[in-house]
């Protein structure tokens, strides 16, 4: 078995590059309806009755097959039964580019014959060729007339084929491209380029073959990411140079639009085209995946390049996630993902203070400088008790959080100890609270605040507080007009702060609104 192979498509070389193709010849009248404005047989005469096939002389007979055995002929009335003038019209159903145009006589020739021609379907007609014995009388053009680069386009006149004899099988044959200057250049013909009916199907040199549609209409099989009954626009997205004929030169094929998988629409910008030394004028329209720019070659405002990815990869660009307070705006650097951060604020997205800086209450400065404290060391002229072991106990690292000792507190808070001063016997610490888990007091709240310790329990360390550490504060609310804030001691629970404890801690405080917590 001989394995069959697909034959070469003729719109495309060897190498699979574009090129320049036309369907073959056809006879484009073959078996087309005629319309005729005189016929014979109605009423019927001596020679013709258009109800008796054998003698009726219908405009079919203008389009069937003529052969030797098979002579049949159109026939119009009388002179002296209809006008002067017989009009024939053929509609081909599709543009074709003419070739010919050739009329065979069962009688003699008539004394002047014009062509027209109608690229609207119909709508309008323009004069393609004359022929009479008084092209001057007749048509009011000169007979004979040279034909130049100027008058190509014009219908021209001739007193040719207009001789009564033959009596019979008389030919009037009309080439379009005899004698024309432009008739070598086919591709740059304006006789050609103007001429929408013949015998070559009109593809614009973008397709091979005609085919007939789902409607039974003749229309072009395009190619070169063309489209239209006459492969005449580009398919859409496909509008990166505007749309041309083929030549023999050049397949002048629609390219697609670069918008790197990103767009599925795109329109032509002649400016841009003319700009780029018309090579490119395609336009993006719609760009996804978070791209933007004419090529969508770039992120959309709030998003930067992902460089570990193609630009064409759908992911190319990743959402800049600026803190709404810490970032001075929502726009990062398109390469690196760097967000613009207020003063004292650093992070990729600017979520954290810089060193140096503490959180702030305030959304337009979030982050402030420290202020600077003279060392002070945390055991005071105050005498520490000669044994601290027996004063209290130091909080372990291993303290575990129950319900016992959660509801025996009256707060229990997570605080960030901001800065310390002494104040007579105590020290006072400036922190800011950052969540409440307990709370029998309603002035305890998220935000900055004072936690006061006496001198005594910090010198034995009961508690430990560094500053600038987060800790969870667990004591007993006392009022005091001296010292407003919180109030811890030796019995107090101040350990340094793990995130581990939030769920537990939440889990305790639904608990408690439960009433499982019974005061003490």
């Known amino acids: ?6 034959p070469p498509d003729p719109c495309y070389d060897e190498s699979g590059a574009p090129r320049r193709c036309i369907p073959e010849f ?18 019927p005469t001596r020679h013709c009755n258009a109800s008796d096939p054998r003698r009726a002389h219908p405009p079919a007979y203008l ?12 026939r119009s009335e009388t002179l002296h039964h209809s006008p002067q003038n017989v009009t024939l019209t053929l509609s081909l159903g599709k543009k074709f580019e003419v070739v010919y145009v050739s009329l065979q006589f069962c009688s003699p020739r008539p004394e002047s014959t014009a062509i027209l021609k109608s690229m609207d379907y119909g709508k309008t007609w323009v004069p393609y060729q004359y022929y009479s014995s008084q092209c001057r009388k007749i048509y009011g053009k000169p007979s004979k ?3 130049t680069k100027q008058n190509e386009q014009e219908a021209l006149c001739t007193d040719g084929l207009t001789d009564l004899y033959p009596l019979t099988g008389g030919l009037i044959a009309f080439s379009t491209l005899d004698g024309r200057p432009s008739a070598q250049d086919f591709d740059s013909s304006p006789v050609l380029g103007e001429r929408q009916v013949g015998g070559l199907c009109k593809c614009n040199g973008h397709a091979a073959r005609c085919v007939k549609d789902k409607e039974q209409k003749l229309v072009c099989d395009c190619k070169h990411n063309t489209e239209g009954p006459e492969c005449d626009r580009c398919k859409p997205f496909h509008y990166d140079r505007p749309w041309q004929r083929a030549s023999a030169r050049e397949a002048n094929e629609c390219l697609a639009c670069n918008c790197n998988l990103h767009a599925r629409r795109c329109r032509f910008n002649m400016e841009l085209y003319k700009l780029s030394g018309r090579k490119s004028g395609g336009v993006c329209l719609n760009c996804r995946h978070n791209t933007a720019g004419r090529h969508c070659h770039y992120c959309k405002e709030g998003f930067y390049r992902d460089l570990s990815k193609s630009i064409t990869d759908r992911k190319a660009c990743k959402a800049c996630d600026c803190h709404p307070v810490g970032a001075a705006g929502k726009t990062c650097n398109q390469t690196t993902g760097q967000c613009p951060c207020k003063d004292g604020v650093t992070g990729l997205t600017c979520n954290r203070c810089a060193k140096g800086y503490q959180q702030s209450r305030s959304p337009v400065a979030p982050c402030i400088k420290i202020p600077a404290i003279n060392p002070t060391s945390l055991v005071t002229s105050t005498e520490a008790p000669a044994d601290c072991d027996s004063y209290c106990k130091p909080a372990k690292g291993n303290y575990k959080i129950n319900m016992k000792k959660y509801c025996k507190k009256d707060y229990v808070v997570q605080v960030n100890i901001l800065e310390m001063e002494t104040v007579a016997n105590w020290a006072k610490f ?15 709240k998220r935000g900055d605040n004072f936690l006061w310790i006496h001198l005594k329990d910090l010198s034995c360390k009961c508690p430990k507080i560094q500053i600038s550490k987060k800790y969870l504060v667990m004591g007993i609310s006392e009022n005091s007009t001296d ?8 019995n107090s629970l101040v350990i340094q702060w793990r995130d ?3 769920r537990r801690l939440r889990k305790l405080q639904r608990r408690e609104k439960k009433g499982k917590c019974v005061k003490p």
């Open 1 to 6: 078995f001989v394995a069959q192979q697909t």
């Open 26 to 43: 056809v006879n484009a009248a073959f078996g087309k309806e005629v319309q005729a404005s005189s016929t014979c047989g109605k009423p």
């Open 63 to 74: 389009t069937d097959l003529n052969t030797a055995s098979n002579m049949t002929c159109w």
């Open 145 to 147: 007339a040279t034909v």
């Open 430 to 444: 400036t922190i800011n609270i950052l969540s409440v888990y307990k709370c029998r007091d309603e002035r305890v």
């Open 483 to 490: 010292r407003p804030g919180l109030m811890a001691d030796k």
């Open 500 to 502: 581990a404890w939030t």
